[in-house]
């Protein structure tokens, strides 16, 4: 049980050592890898009927979402900040209805948003 523990630990302290050491680019694509990894759960939870834990995990996968949403520069990003908004709202409405619903269809939309977006982001890298 120790050796699970210190697993558990390292892994936390390996995390945030990349989030430490990681630039800003980096960050953001750490923040879509962890969302697209929370709707995959999701959309398990949901398959296994575990529905408390589908909705906490559609709830960590909005919060992701929303964070992504609030670090857009509206000033500096013009068109693409807004329709990034635009997207990221969705995304957000989308999660709430697969939530509500018990469907897995929106998170599988979402997911492939979140997606694309993360390719392009991805090919922008510094």
């Given amino acids: 049980m120790r050796a699970m523990a210190a697993m558990n630990q390292y892994k936390q302290v390996s995390v945030s050592s990349q989030v430490f050491e990681a630039t800003p680019h980096r960050l953001i694509q750490m923040l879509m890898e962890g969302g697209l990894e929370r709707l995959a759960q999701a959309q398990g939870a949901m398959a296994r009927g575990q529905a408390s834990m589908k909705g906490e995990l559609i709830s960590k996968a909005i ?8 670090g857009l520069d509206m000033g500096k990003g013009g068109e693409v900040a807004q329709n990034l908004d635009r997207v990221y709202e ?3 409405t989308r999660m709430l209805e697969a939530n509500k619903s018990n469907d897995p269809a929106p998170l599988v939309e979402v997911s492939g ?6 390719s392009g982001w991805d090919a922008i890298a510094p």
């Fill in 63 to 70: 919060g992701i979402v929303g964070g992504l949403r609030e």
């Fill in 90 to 92: 969705y995304m957000i």
């Fill in 113 to 118: 948003l979140l997606r694309e977006v993360k």
